[in-house]
């Protein structure tokens, strides 16, 4: 089946730590989009990729990095920089040339 | 700064009813217009986009965008218990089509 996948589904970060966020998709879409989301909030975008090898930050690029190696992969680490990183995390995808964005089933990420 | 607001509700409706939600937003060249269904805990779920002026029929949602007055509404008819969620409107606009979500409405129907 086709989909976009995100593990884990649950993660737990300690302070001072780095942690990675997987995402992979096989629907071959070009794009792929990290959001944050905070309990009552709507998503607000961190980071974007619309091609391999490049990327562009979000409104929310603090304390995250990414990287585009592969089309289908698109993982995100959250640094020690990011001092309030519990939130649920999602991942899309689209079709670069139609607007419809997918996700994925998210990550919930919270700090010990 | 692209603003997409919405009312956060919660929103109570009885069973049967007519649910109405509403959105809206401060870019006048934004050039698409999404509804997404999200339940607690879960992913976003695309149920509605609209891109012209005027009405949108898919089961029981409609969607209705109004540009001249930068509005966008979606209405549940029928409204189900099982439609208990909520529903976030989304704008593309800017030459990267870049998706700015609201806050999100909160909708429940009550048995």
């Known amino acids: 089946d086709g989909g976009i996948t995100q593990s884990p589904k649950y993660l737990f970060r300690k302070e001072g730590q780095n942690v990675t966020l997987s995402c992979e998709q096989n629907?071959?879409?070009?794009?792929m989009y990290w959001y944050r989301q905070d309990p009552g909030q709507g998503l607000r975008l961190i980071y974007y990729?619309?091609?391999?090898?490049?990327?562009q930050k979000g409104d929310i690029a603090e304390g995250y990095s990414v990287s585009r190696e592969k089309k289908e992969s698109f993982p995100l680490t959250v640094t020690s920089a990011q001092k309030n990183p519990t939130a649920f995390y999602l991942c899309?995808?689209?079709?670069?040339?139609?607007?419809?964005?997918?996700f994925g089933s998210g990550t919930q990420l919270s700090v010990l | 700064q692209k603003e997409v607001e919405q009312n956060s509700g919660p929103l109570s409706v009885p069973e049967g009813a007519i649910a109405s939600l509403n959105c809206t937003y401060s870019?006048?060249?934004?050039?698409?217009f999404f509804w997404y269904r999200q339940y607690s805990g879960k992913s976003p779920e695309l149920i509605m986009f609209?891109?012209?002026?005027g009405d949108k029929e898919d089961g029981r949602f409609t969607a209705q965008l109004n540009k001249a007055s930068q509005y966008v509404s979606l209405l549940i008819r029928d409204s189900q218990p099982s439609d208990s969620a909520t529903y976030l409107c989304a704008v593309t606009s800017g030459s990267a089509r870049q998706l700015t979500f609201g806050s999100g409405t909160q909708l429940t129907v009550l048995p």
């Open positions: 629907l071959n879409h070009d794009a």
């Open positions: 990729s619309q091609i391999v090898n490049d990327f």
């Open positions: 870019d006048r060249g934004s050039q698409s």
């Open positions: 609209i891109y012209s002026n």
């Open positions: 899309a995808s689209r079709i670069q040339e139609n607007e419809k964005l997918f």
